[in-house]
């Protein structure tokens, strides 16, 4: 395959990157490691004066044999010591902590940008030669800070129609418009969006950027298959926007479900069979260098952690890394030393090994709340479970104008309705997300096609649950509560 | 004295702060912890996947009779061991992983919270009842969310005349007007400042804040008194603008430089001592909640810690809380795991024994570097070297027109001798900040007084140097090489 340059994007910019000028005082970076060279120039305290040397940390040993879901026992599963220390490197991938506790490296440690690149090429078919990784403090971080290097106050995105609510408020408090793009029980609908942009306003400016979750969508948990993404793309070169892929979940794909749980048979992958399952990425496709990809380990390895990274095209990188410089500076230093050691502990395919157990507990997670929905929800024609293939989030639908009152007490408005199922599964000890939480506010949005059946219904309710957060135990329980609600509710 | 609660500032927000909306999904806060309650809300992954459960780290313990500065060395230094846990609390600091390491505690983690708040009690005198503390990733992340927080594009703010170059810049990416306030040796000139407010073009929006570092200020060394603090405070509350006290270097107070080294004698301070003679804060005659002050653990614990803290009133705060929501969500929780357990191991009077002993190497450090100026610095009136009394910067100032070349080969252009005089020392091997580097862009600024002589000089030159992140041998073969050049351009 003949790679290429990534395009130049500068005109996507928001006038606040244009603005941006780098600090002079990192203009001494080009001298660090020059033996002969004397810094009295950076605020850098000595690292003689850092309080920590030795850190020692427990962590599983690959291949998890006994599973990776445990308070890690010394009984019950094989572990290893990490060593870490303030100038000594045990092993290639440690970052000592003279240095990940110093100011620099705003883009990353070495040691575990290293990982990052080589797991990169593991997982994705990069397309362009130019593309870079950037270490972020999470998700999170790195979208609020995507919309200050692409947008200026009253740009437009586009985002699913149902989104993350936390990521639609952060545009909307910078300013910035979201526009909602039709999804069904596979995501984005590339027809939908097609029909969107060729019948944009010419009077207003293009949407900059597509903000989607692709895989385990939040709320839906939806997972956008290899023939949309390539029909979504098509249209983002069309009409020149940026595709941004925020994929905490997509670690977290699983086997498809099957009902009947003595169909179940337990399945065992082998790396090439778990990297063959893998959903194929924007990345992957993308040649034109207008996809920025975001990563986290908080699913994957814990929130807590604050790590992730983007991957996207030099020029880009550069943006977010002059605004690091000058807000977040770096990712918290004992994380990338931890996490860089563990991971270069485990090595890349130990690194499949952890995520390959956790595929198989979030199976057994989704199989478990699946089979509880069936068993506590009421199984008539108004209500609708849709078994996720990826994250953390199952979703229960039903047609509000069943309820007995619908156009009494509830006024025929479905919202009124999931309002007060709210407060009474509550009430019942059950806390459930309501659908309307996760509305893409907007222009006005087409009618829904046909693929969707229940957003084709105005009176359409959903509730988002998660299978991630609690126990077999307790997730049964809460959704026997639930479930007594819409019964006891519904009348069936 | 009579307690007041905080003013309300609510008119000296952004758009954007106005604008922000709090995620619905923070409403599942309040049921934290309700044993009867099952949460199917977020999407927060099991503790028990996080691959990490013991961590052992070695820190050295008060009173610090070997001093602080050292690779910590079991046989020369009094070490303990901490011990964190997933699930377990050794001591009442401890913050187990499975809480850190886990969504959720945006103002920070109580335990450390609780550990600062008691340290503010110690260190300043609040006014009023209504102050919060809000854990940061640091000064630089948090004056960059303070922007965001009350300014819009094109507000104006007021810096010191010199001042941190990442610090202005970060303004002016924003679209934000920096306006100088003259400074000599001892900081803000509250007689200019009261000026400059004073005769404001009433068409223009007035400052919302003015951004200081009070105590050994960034790039000049000097530290504001309290004098001049209570000055510029009532220019604050008669302009009705808000006092930001970015304070870094607050605890790299030292004693006075003596010139004659056998006139040096060592201070032991005790506690009360050490608590008297350090400068009186902004944050301790803020009567009306119009100070926002940001503290860091970077110059005192590490810089890669990416920690620190804003206290400011409840208002503010909440601003704060909700853009780090949505932004970095929380500082990264093994740093928080571990400082938390760093600092109640040590308890407030063994962090007093810490900074002590910082005191005590950054006073040395700080003697060092001036002898070694006065050594190798031209000694001629032409000269200037300003010993500092906090923080890690000395300046070298002097009078560009002495150089026998200004008129000609620099066209009396001190800028342009500047650069060269930089250049020139790079190729002698050492780095040095010159002094256009911090230069607060903005407004044309009325003549200076003559409490600065420097500055009153138009041809006036001066470079920053840092005896902080240079060990003494380098710092003095520094000095003398660049020593050198200013002999060898000066002809002195």
Redesign the interface.
């Known amino acids: 395959m003949t790679k290429t340059s990534a395009k130049d994007f500068y005109h996507l910019f928001s ?3 244009k ?7 990192k203009t ?1 970076i080009k ?1 660090f490691g020059d033996p ?25 040993v690959p291949p998890f044999t006994k599973g ?5 026992n010394k009984n019950a599963t094989e572990i290893t010591t990490l060593d870490l220390y ?2 000594k490197k045990v092993a290639d991938g440690d970052i000592p ?1 003279a ?5 620099g490296h705003s883009q990353g440690q070495p040691e575990l940008l290293k990982f990052i690149r080589e797991h990169t090429e593991i997982i994705h078919t990069m397309q362009y030669d130019d593309w870079e990784l950037l270490v972020t ?2 998700n ?2 790195a979208w ?2 995507t919309l200050r290097i692409f947008c200026n ?1 009253g740009d437009t995105i586009l985002a699913e129609a149902h989104s993350f ?2 990521s639609l ?2 545009a ?4 910035i418009i979201t526009f909602p793009v039709p999804i069904d029980d596979k995501g984005i609908i590339p027809e939908k969006l097609a029909a969107i942009m060729d019948n944009w306003n010419p009077e207003t400016p293009k949407p900059k950027l597509l903000y989607t979750i692709p895989t385990g969508q ?1 709320p839906t948990g939806s997972s956008l298959d290899a023939e949309r993404k390539s029909q979504v793309y098509k249209i983002a070169q069309k009409h020149d926007f940026l595709i941004v892929e925020d994929e905490p979940y997509y670690f977290l794909q699983m086997e498809d479900y099957v009902k009947d749980p003595s169909l179940r048979k337990e399945v065992k992958l082998s790396h090439d069979e778990f990297l063959a399952s893998l959903d194929q990425t924007f990345l992957s496709i993308d040649t034109d260098g207008r996809v920025i990809r975001m990563d986290s380990f ?2 994957v ?7 992730g990274w983007i991957t996207c095209s030099n020029q880009i990188m550069k943006a977010y890394l002059a605004l690091y ?12 030393s ?1 996490v860089s050691a ?1 991971l270069s502990k485990w090595g890349q395919h130990g690194y499949l090994d ?1 995520l390959l157990g ?1 595929r198989h ?1 979030y199976t057994l997670k989704r199989d478990n709340a699946i089979d509880a929905c069936y068993k506590y929800i009421p199984q008539t024609d108004a209500f609708h479970i849709n078994p996720p293939v990826a994250g ?2 199952f979703t229960i639908t039903f047609d509000g104008a069943k309820h007995p009152e619908f156009t009494t007490k509830f006024k025929s408005d479905p919202l009124l309705l999931e309002s007060y199922l709210y407060e009474k599964a ?1 009430e019942s ?5 309501p659908g309307s ?1 996760f509305i893409t506010d907007g222009e006005t949005i087409p009618p829904q096609p046909k693929e969707s059946k229940e957003s084709n219904n105005p009176n359409s309710v959903f509730f ?3 299978f ?4 077999a135990d ?2 049964n ?3 026997k ?2 479930g007594q609600v819409l019964h006891d509710e519904f009348k069936v």
């Open positions: 006038q606040e990157t603005d941006r000028k780098v600090s002079p005082l001494f001298y002969n060279m004397v810094f009295l120039g950076g605020g850098l305290p000595l690292s003689d004066y850092f309080p920590w040397d030795n850190i020692k940390v427990d962590i599983p990776i879901g445990q308070p890690i303030k100038e902590l240095r990940s506790l110093q100011y403090a999470g999170t971080s609020e800070s106050r609510s936390s408020s952060a909307q408090a910078q300013g939040n908080s699913k390895l814990a929130p807590g952690s604050r790590l410089e000058m807000s977040m500076q770096a990712a918290a230093g004992f994380t990338q931890i563990t952890w956790l507990e953390m989030f509550v000890g059950v806390i459930i997300a939480w988002r649950g998660t991630a957060a609690v126990a307790k997730l329980e809460s959704l509560r639930f």
